[in-house]
């Protein structure tokens, strides 16, 4: 596999039929704009640019569901496409056919407009848990970097604090616990039965030395990501399987996709007041529907205690007859 190519001199990919859509309508109301859009939910009515190759609109799409990200550690996405839009390929004769599962022609239902098919796409997504997290070794930074690992506490300093009139799951959601991006656009697609064979990954950032071996071994066959891959180990393992990497490391290039995206969501209405409520709403939906789920399994499991003390209390009384025969 040759070295990983620079996204600002590859060539572009074959011409792609372009569909617009009309000017957007702003929501009046802030909880309006903030409720138009959802974590998770890959929007829909982006116009791919004739004039911009498919992996250029790609990662401006990319970078456009990135904000929708929750995570308090850094907004990432990752969007897996079927470069072929489902066409077969020539098969070597003896070799079986393909075979792509129902769910896939619902999603590409939804993405019509976009060139190829989206076999599967996911932001990053924090798992809170009503026990906070103390560890964070296993996430990664916001470029997919793995950081150093946090030392313990130092001598007379104080562990993270609740602001005034903040709850301690807020407090923690800094570093509560999370699936990455690229993790869980995989485990989405094995959930649905959709084969990832054979395409390419579009993410934010370089995968990380967790989620890269995921990609490799789901059948990636193209990484398309921002900055350069500096880890050693990643890059020889690409290298290894013939996985093409191509890296938007220009800075005019990546300023220029950058403006593309914030024109995008300004035509939207959206600025840091929505994408900070929406965030706020999130992780308190999030905190009652946790909190909500753990105090109702602590009740229940005092119920069947209670139910359970009760019935061996009654089982260590002896029977009322022979109470009698053996008092009288």
């Known amino acids: 596999m040759p070295d990983p190519v620079n996204a600002s001199t590859a060539s572009p990919a074959a011409p792609q039929p372009s569909y617009s859509?009309?000017?957007?309508?702003?929501?009046?109301?802030?909880?309006?704009?903030?409720?138009?859009?959802?974590?998770?939910?890959?929007?829909?009515?982006?116009?791919?640019?004739?004039?911009?190759?498919?992996?250029?609109?790609?990662?401006?799409?990319?970078?456009?569901?990135?904000?929708?990200?929750?995570?308090?550690?850094g907004n990432m996405a990752c969007i897996v496409v079927d470069p072929l839009g489902g066409r077969k390929e020539e098969k070597e004769e003896g070799t079986?056919?393909?075979?792509?599962?129902?769910?896939?022609?619902?999603e590409r239902e939804d993405f019509r407009n976009y060139p190829g098919r989206i076999l599967s796409h996911s932001n990053n997504f924090p798992q809170p848990t009503s026990a906070p997290s103390t560890s964070s070794s296993t996430s990664s930074a916001s470029d997919g970097t793995d950081p150093p690992k946090k030392p313990s506490l130092k001598p007379g300093k104080q562990p993270r604090q609740p602001k005034p009139g903040q709850s301690a799951f807020l407090a923690?959601?800094?570093?509560?616990?999370?699936?990455?991006?690229?993790?869980?656009a995989i485990c989405l697609a094995a959930a649905r039965g959709v084969s990832l064979a054979g395409s390419t990954a579009?993410?934010?950032?370089?995968?990380?030395?967790?989620?890269?071996?995921?990609?490799?071994?789901?059948?990636?066959?193209?990484?398309?990501?921002?900055?350069?891959?500096n880890t050693g180990s990643s890059v020889e393992l690409c290298k290894l399987e013939g996985v093409e990497c191509v890296e938007y490391t220009d800075k005019k290039v990546d300023e220029a996709l950058k403006e593309r995206v914030r024109r995008w969501w300004k035509e939207r209405g959206e600025g840091r007041e929505e994408t900070r409520g929406r965030m706020e709403k999130w992780w308190r939906?999030?905190?009652?529907?946790?909190?909500?789920?753990?105090?109702?399994?602590?009740?229940?499991?005092?119920?069947?205690?209670?139910?359970?003390?009760?019935?061996?209390?009654?089982?260590?009384?002896?029977?009322?007859?022979?109470?009698?025969t053996t008092t009288s």
């Not at 911009?52 to 550690?73: C, E, F, P």
């Open 285 to 324: 939906e999030e905190e009652k529907r946790v909190m909500g789920k753990m105090a109702g399994a602590e009740e229940a499991k005092e119920q069947v205690e209670q139910a359970d003390g009760n019935g061996q209390a009654e089982g260590d009384a002896l029977p009322v007859d022979l109470v009698a």
């Open 172 to 184: 923690c959601a800094a570093v509560a616990p999370e699936l990455h991006a690229e993790a869980r």
């Open 21 to 73: 859509f009309p000017p957007p309508t702003i929501p009046e109301t802030l909880e309006a704009r903030i409720s138009a859009y959802q974590t998770n939910v890959l929007p829909t009515n982006y116009s791919f640019d004739p004039t911009l190759s498919t992996d250029d609109n790609y990662m401006v799409l990319t970078l456009i569901y990135a904000r929708l990200s929750m995570s308090k550690r």
């Open 96 to 106: 079986p056919p393909a075979k792509r599962a129902r769910r896939e022609e619902e």
């Open 202 to 229: 579009y993410v934010s950032f370089p995968p990380c030395q967790h989620c890269l071996p995921l990609l490799v071994a789901a059948g990636v066959r193209r990484l398309v990501y921002r900055q350069r891959m």
